[in-house]
């Protein structure tokens, strides 16, 4: 089971930067960042449908949706204010620098996530282990930036 959740992680991973590629060639064709981040979540939202149309995903009870908490409905916000940037500076900076900058972002708020136990997360202490791990990857982006 963890090699699978590894796998598709990684496949997830490989996926973001073909995404990127991908917007960028609409953000091309439509001459607007916020057209082609329109037309990618325009695209997801039919793939989820048919993925819970396929998975016969039964619809939220109300009482189930009142229940969420307040904070939780701003992933979709996140999520299209992540599209929107890398159609925007994905061009400029190159998928290797903005996928470096992008996994640094991640993992520096991962880390507080963690240390406080947000979001449903378990929570971890940081340690050395975790702070010199950022700094590696932080010192990878310098490199990646250099090259």
């Known amino acids: 089971m963890q090699a699978t959740l590894w796998l ?3 496949a997830a991973g490989f996926g973001l930067t073909i995404q990127v590629g991908l917007n960028a060639a609409l953000r091309t064709a439509f001459q607007s960042a916020g057209a082609a981040a329109f037309a990618n979540f325009t695209v997801g939202i039919l793939a ?3 993925f819970l149309l396929v998975m016969r ?3 939220p009870s109300r009482e189930a949706i009142a229940g969420v908490p307040w904070w939780a409905w ?3 916000l996140l999520g299209a204010f992540y599209v929107a940037t890398v159609t925007v500076a994905g061009p400029k900076l190159g998928a290797t620098l903005l996928l470096a900058i992008t996994v640094f972002g991640q993992l520096a708020a991962a880390l507080i996530v963690d240390q406080n136990g947000w979001l449903g997360f378990p929570q971890q202490p940081v340690t050395l282990a975790r702070v010199a791990g950022c700094a590696l990857l932080l010192g990878g982006v310098w490199l990646v930036s250099r090259g």
């Open 8 to 10: 598709l992680v990684l």
């Open 57 to 59: 995903t039964p619809v």
């Open 48 to 50: 989820l449908m048919a």
């Open 74 to 76: 701003f992933g979709g």
